[in-house]
């Protein structure tokens, strides 16, 4: 029977602490970084530009065709050499964190995409047909009028898929940084308690976005309530 | 004011208009009919350019709508439509809803505008409404304040796509009677509409289209006295009968 020994979980909390830094910093950039992106993207798919419609869908199925632990590991490989590159930064600066940003935030931005084009379909066409009428530019239309209702009926979604994000952001591990699952894989590896660490670190996990998704649904709740009013 | 000249359109195969002219002269008030279908709303987007058509000419105050030259934001900031679903900004409160274009189109101040807003919203009836959100106010409220709206751009006249046919038919004459004082007080109008009690009221012309013709371009009084294709007087029966 196996036995169970928890003692090494409290000294290592303030590392775990850290790790989960890099875990919510991943995940916070990804999602701006992602909903910026990924609204340009739709707009690009929507436009009536085509060349400028087929590349955003080409990205889009691109990076939704490929595994995510794929594309961490190629901007792991390729974006440090880059950087050291362009910025001429000598070979000890530790560039990857940046690189796992930019493959993540690269890739989420498909999923926004079109979880965000849906939303600006949702409005209907009259908005943009008055807010035209009154004399706004396409992009002001956009702006003023059709995005803001847009981002108001998705922000549930948006929300869910960075509970998601937060969870990928474990993949991370391949690039061996120190975010939440990395530190805790460490300690356990250290400690030869690695069943007992990544259990905690499940139950983590688990907690973070079990809460999180609860009260995604109760806000979407009162949002529904909201409209139905 | 405007002039519709042999304008044409088609989607793919399918002819929306055919040949279409007619005008509409400075403080006249045109009502334009038809059967549904007939392409009365395509007709009145196509004045704006929220539609575009390939064959014929329009001009608003004598600038063509179908030059790919002219700035059409800001022809369309001097033309003021009113839809059939209203088409407030749901996001936005009545104030907002007011005096958002009148800020990002025309360059006016947010004191300005506010105050332009209140002044017409006072007129339409509903100052006691400034605050709220479109969804907080009845259909035929809704509507009011969307000719507000249109009319804070101090409009060199005015479109309404059957303004009235989304309402319950106890909130039809609030909306109509704001349309009757405009028309009274001498804005230049083109209205999509089968209430023909306004038409009596207030037009010059009727214009009766039918399968993307206009069929018939006529006074009133011949109009309704004595229509002269049979598919017009049909449509008055059908019409009257309701
Ligand atoms: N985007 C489009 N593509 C193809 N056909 C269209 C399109 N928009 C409108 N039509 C067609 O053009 C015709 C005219 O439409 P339009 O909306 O102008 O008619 P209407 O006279 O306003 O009718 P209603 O009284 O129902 O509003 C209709 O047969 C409609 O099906
Ligand atoms: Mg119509």
């Known amino acids: 029977m196996y036995e169970f020994d928890w003692s090494s979980i409290p000294g290592a909390l303030p590392f775990l602490w850290e790790g989960m830094k890099v875990s919510l910093e991943i995940t916070a950039c990804a999602v701006l970084f992602g909903i910026a992106w990924g609204t340009l993207l739709a707009m690009a798919r929507l436009s009536s530009i085509k060349p400028l419609a087929w590349l955003a869908a080409s990205y889009v199925n691109l990076f939704r065709a490929i595994p995510l632990v794929m594309v961490l590991l190629w901007f792991f490989l390729i974006v440090p050499q880059v950087l050291r590159g362009v910025f001429k930064l000598d070979a000890g600066t530790d560039v990857r964190l940046a690189s796992a940003l930019v493959g993540f935030a690269l890739f989420e931005a498909a999923y926004y995409s079109e979880i965000i084009r849906a939303g600006i379909q949702s409005v209907p066409k009259g908005q943009i047909s008055a807010a035209s009428a009154l004399g706004m530019s396409y992009a002001q239309a956009m702006r003023l009028v059709v995005l803001p209702q847009a981002f108001r009926n998705m922000v549930p979604l948006l929300l869910t898929q960075a509970i998601v994000l937060f969870q990928d952001t474990s993949l991370v591990y391949v690039s061996a940084l120190a975010d939440f699952f990395g530190a805790a894989y460490k300690v356990g590896d250290r400690d030869g308690r690695l069943v007992e660490l990544l259990l905690f670190a499940g139950a983590v996990y688990f907690v973070i976005c079990f809460a999180a998704s609860q009260a995604v649904r109760r806000y979407q709740k009162k949002l529904n309530a909201h409209v139905a009013h | ?242």
């Open chain 2, 1 to 242: 004011m405007i002039s519709i000249q042999n304008v044409s359109k088609h989607y793919g195969a399918f002819q929306v208009l055919t040949d279409c002219s007619t005008e509409v002269n400075k403080g006249e008030v045109i009502v334009v009919c038809g059967p549904s279908g007939s392409g009365k709303s395509t007709l009145i987007k196509c004045v704006n350019g929220l539609e575009p058509f390939q064959s014929g000419s329009i001009t608003v105050d004598g600038i063509s709508v179908g030059d790919p030259k002219t700035n059409l934001p800001k022809l369309r900031s001097r033309v003021g439509m009113v839809f059939q679903h209203f088409e407030l900004f749901p996001h936005m409160s009545i104030t907002d809803n007011l005096s958002i274009a009148q800020i990002k189109v025309l360059g006016r101040g947010k004191d300005e505008a506010t105050d332009k807003g209140l002044k017409l919203l006072d007129r339409v009836g509903l100052k006691a409404h400034a605050d709220k959100f479109p969804g907080q106010l009845s259909g035929g409220q809704q509507q009011r304040v969307a000719i507000a709206r249109a009319l804070a751009m101090d409009p060199i006249c005015m479109l309404f796509d059957e303004p009235t046919s989304a309402l319950d038919p106890e909130m039809i004459n609030e909306v109509l009677d704001v349309m009757v004082e405009l028309a009274q007080e001498g804005m230049t109008m083109m209205c999509v509409t089968h209430e023909m009690g306004f038409a009596r009221k207030v037009a010059n012309r009727i214009v009766f289209m039918d399968k993307g013709q206009i069929v018939e371009d006529d006074d009133k009084d011949s109009f309704f006295g004595n229509p002269r294709s049979e598919r017009a007087r049909q449509f008055l029966a059908k019409i009257l009968t309701h």
